[in-house]
């Protein structure tokens, strides 16, 4: 069955970095749009970062432009968020999501807490 991993969150200063990591099954990972989204406390969901299957085309939040990168590598079936100068407004739970035909997926979440 389709699985998305998450993993890489933790608590950092502001300012400084973290890079998540998302680990996809169950289904044939290179050839999906892939996205990161989240959830800050008390909030909904925002979009935050979506990458082509190929990875040559990627988007960003105006919130995160500038900051984030999002990656892939797809011999490895990994997507990655690579964020720096984090601000306290980028805490939240991160999801790596992906659609396949009519259903979305997402994984289990992963945890940033940007204090200082």
């Known amino acids: 069955q389709v699985q998305l991993v998450e993993s890489g969150g933790g608590s950092v200063q502001p300012g400084g970095s973290l890079r998540l990591s998302c680990e996809a099954s169950?289904?044939?990972?290179?050839?999906?749009?892939m996205n990161w989204v989240r959830q800050a406390p008390g909030k909904g969901l925002e979009w935050v970062s979506s990458i082509y299957s190929d990875g040559r085309n990627t988007y960003y939040a105006d919130s995160v432009k500038g900051r984030f990168a999002i990656s892939r590598d797809n011999a490895k079936n990994t997507l990655y968020l690579q964020m720096n100068n984090l601000k306290s407004e980028d805490t939240a739970l991160y999801y790596c999501?992906?659609?396949?035909?009519?259903?979305?997926?997402w994984g289990q979440g992963t945890q940033v807490t940007v204090s200082s």
């Open positions: 169950g289904f044939s990972f290179s050839s999906y749009y």
């Open positions: 999501a992906t659609r396949l035909g009519d259903i979305g997926y």
